[in-house]
Nanobody
Framework: QVQLVESGGGLVQAGGSLRLSCAAS????????MGWFRQAPGKEREFVAA????????LYADSVKGRFTISRAIAKNTVLLQMNSLKPEDTAVYYC?????????????????????WGQGTQVSVSS
């Protein structure tokens, strides 16, 4: 079992920045992929970014490339999502998730169904 707790959401003006944190506890292993997803009202949950716990390879959705950065603090079992140049369309509940499948080096999945464990979510609201 893996427990995930997000924090850092809030209200920000367009063009501003926020940093989300995801604290992981329980069984965590080097082969895990950690991901961030988001869900806006009335929309499907969509992939935002992912990082391999070991090696630090990253994957981003096209909509956030160049604006968001995912990283991990191994000693703290924490995954971070730095969000810059925020837009109103980034408004959503952001979820941290863990994919526990062993994958080849550097390989990550952007599919929601690949992730086994989820946090409770944190609200990000961007005003225009």
């Amino acid at each position: 079992q893996v427990q995930l707790v997000e924090s850092g959401g809030g209200l920000v003006q367009a063009g501003g920045s926020l940093r989300l944190s995801c604290a992981a506890s329980g069984r965590t292993f080097d082969w895990y992929t950690m991901g961030w997803f988001r869900q806006a009202p009335g929309k499907e949950r969509e992939f935002v970014a992912a990082i391999r716990w070991s090696g630090g390879s990253t994957l981003y959705a096209d909509s956030v490339k160049g604006r968001f950065t995912i990283s991990r603090a191994i000693a703290k079992n924490t995954v971070l999502l730095q969000m810059n140049s925020l837009k109103p369309e980034d408004t959503a509940v952001y979820y941290c998730a863990a994919d526990t499948t062993r994958r080849s080096m550097g390989s990550m999945s952007p599919r929601r169904g690949s992730y086994d464990f989820w946090g409770q979510g944190t609200q990000v609201s961007v005003s225009s």
